[in-house]
């Protein structure tokens, strides 16, 4: 049986195909349309997982929809009818869109699908999940437990921002929920915005500045914005916020309890912004903690799987598992609402047609998140020549002895191997590498690389079984999606002069002696690397262990700034051309920069790619 799972039309459109319950493929939007976060109808990512499946559009037994747009809408009009006359601005803007389409959404569905196949006779039905079921459906049924407690967190669903799940077996049962307005994720989207990033993109830049402030505001958002129960449930005062109606996150009242208005984007970071990123981040990890704790009382579960945007907070993660009294945690990789494909597309395998669900108690089912489009040695070199690139072909046993020494020697390294990642995260399959060792790695990665904010940290690749020589933890983390901190035998002791420093200012004192991939407050997002899941890309990190005696090395996302993850060999090669990466490696091709000729039409990516 095949399944055809979809999100569309809100922001990171993607597709899924299952088959039997398992998963065939999935893909983004954005890395064929390179739009960072698509939010359009998935046409190529369904195409990709068709031709991945062998099959025709006529050939599907279901097509699923991962949420219900008459719940939506429902939401939106009691909103705006609680506020008005407040928000009608708002209101005329968002109801033609609605009236147009999305409120005639299974037409326009079938409309987008005739065009896949005009001839074809009967369309496959069309079935519509509730938003959170298909994240929970996502958390639970590719994770490695039997039974477990089940968390998600996002903006909003259709009505709900946070629910509980008990999943046991094919099963997956509603426990509780906390509807719209009051959700953490659109809190930390408010400090977001009020930081001066971009709302929907900019989170995981919050929280990566908030080591360098001090929670100075915590206890006026727990006076003042958020009432935080003992059991983690809340509600937010709404006086501070205009998302409801209005057309931004906050508003004057919020401006005047912090003391400013929102950072203008692009603008110097001050010490301000640090103290609120580090403020909210603090919240939200009591909040997930209160809920974890709660619901594992509630539940009696040993595990937790956990989905929706807020589950890509690691760091909230790292501290759930630390502190928290589940015996395992399992994220979904792709946690925000381009999982929701996948999660629909299992839901209805599972519960709409009472499948059974086998574990294999060997790991996840979700084959290392390697679920996207793969390119073989032979069009890599076609696309190559046609290019007019110079490059050098070499065998497999040569191939990571050859990269593992050019990372030794502290050049930047485009890695592009096999099927593309599913998720936010790059995983080693489309990354850009460096010396964890290196002292200058990470300035020289986010100024002349990727082109992003200085404060922003990189993520550490280390082998699965090495992972607690250097990392206080000894877990599978193969999706970067827990913080952990350096092994202490590996800190540094601190200069004096570093207690004198503030803020970005402190970014260059070495911590460690993997000092690229240790951020300010000693801790790391780990990718653990697994040979059943990329073979590839744990033999590179063998033979750079065997050369330097370190199992670490930076794992960044293969794109610029305000690009999506490249998909295509052609979308390396431009990245790479217009960076300082120093070696491309396609496939088994390596591509030096020293040796290719300059590009004369314009390579500036910022005309390209809207910043994120």
């Keep these: 049986m095949n399944i055809l799972g979809i999100s569309a039309f809100y922001h990171d459109s993607a597709a899924c195909l299952v088959r039997d319950g398992e998963i065939i493929a999935a893909a983004q939007e954005e890395r064929f349309t390179r739009k960072k976060h698509d939010p359009r109808f998935p046409s190529h990512a369904i195409s990709y997982c068709l031709r991945e499946g062998g099959i025709k559009l006529s050939e599907l037994n279901y097509i699923a929809f991962y949420d219900k747009p008459l719940l939506k809408f429902e939401r939106l009009l009691e909103t705006y009818m609680s506020f008005a006359p407040k928000g009608l601005r708002s209101f005329l803007m968002a109801m033609p869109l609605w009236l147009k389409e999305k409120l005639f959404l299974k037409k326009l569905l079938v409309d987008q699908f005739r065009e896949f196949e005009p001839a074809a006779g009967i369309m496959p039905p069309i079935l519509f999940g509730e938003h959170h079921e298909s994240h929970a459906a996502s958390a639970f ?168 945007g807020v589950a890509l907070n690691c760091v909230a993660n790292g501290r759930l598992l630390r502190e928290g009294p589940f015996k395992g945690i399992w994220i979904q990789p792709a946690a925000g609402d381009a999982g929701g494909a996948l999660g629909v597309a299992l839901s209805t395998w599972y519960q709409y047609e009472g499948r059974a669900r086998t574990v294999s108690g060997h790991g996840d089912a979700m084959k290392g998140s390697y679920l996207g489009p793969s390119f073989s040695d032979e069009e890599i070199r076609a696309f190559l020549d046609e290019r007019g690139a110079p490059y050098f072909t070499v065998s497999d046993d040569e191939l990571c002895d050859r990269v593992a020494a050019e990372l030794a020697a502290g050049k930047v390294i485009g890695w592009f191997q096999d099927r593309m990642e599913f998720g936010p995260r790059a995983l080693g399959a489309r990354s850009i590498l460096g010396d964890a060792r290196n002292t200058t790695m990470q300035s020289v990665m986010n100024l002349k690389i990727k082109f992003r904010e200085s404060f922003r940290p990189f993520a550490p690749s280390v082998l699965r079984e090495s992972v607690k020589d250097y990392f206080e ?140």
């Design 141 to 308: 049924y590719p994770s490695p437990y039997e039974e477990a407690a089940v968390l998600c967190l996002d903006g909003v669903g259709e009505w709900a921002t946070t629910t509980a799940w008990t999943g046991k077996g094919n099963c997956l049962i509603p426990l509780w929920e906390i509807p719209f307005p009051h959700s953490i994720g659109l809190l930390y989207s408010a400090f977001t915005y009020h930081t001066g990033f971009k709302v929907n993109s900019g989170e995981y830049k919050v929280m990566g500045l908030a080591p360098y402030g001090q929670p100075k505001y915590v206890q006026k958002i727990y006076d003042h914005v958020i009432d935080l129960k003992p059991d983690g449930t809340f509600r937010l005062n709404m006086d501070y916020f205009d998302y409801c109606t209005g057309l931004a996150m906050t508003n004057r009242r919020f401006d005047q309890l912090f003391g400013a208005p929102p950072r203008q984007p692009e603008t110097r970071l001050t010490q301000r912004e640090m103290d609120m990123a580090r403020s909210i981040q603090d919240v939200t990890e009591e909040v997930i903690l209160r809920l974890g704790r709660t619901l594992h009382r509630e539940t009696g579960a040993e595990y937790l799987c956990m989905a929706g």
């Design 473 to 612: 933890m000894d877990t599978d983390s193969p999706y970067m999606l827990l913080v952990a901190d350096v092994a202490k035998s590996r800190c540094l002791e601190m200069p004096r002069h570093a207690s004198e420093l503030w803020g970005i200012n402190r970014l260059n004192v070495p911590r460690s002696d993997i000092p690229a991939v240790t951020h300010i407050d000693y801790s790391a997002r780990v990718q653990t690397v697994h040979k059943d899941t990329n073979p590839k890309y744990y033999k590179l990190l063998k033979a750079f262990e065997a050369l330097t005696d370190c199992a670490v090395i930076v794992n960044t996302s293969f794109n610029v700034r305000g690009e999506p993850i490249v998909g295509s060999p052609e979308d390396a090669y431009r990245c790479f051309m217009r960076t300082e990466i120093d070696l491309l490696v396609l496939g088994n091709q390596l591509v030096y920069k020293a040796d290719q000729k300059p590009v004369e039409a314009d390579t500036d990516w910022r005309k390209e790619f809207v910043l994120d």
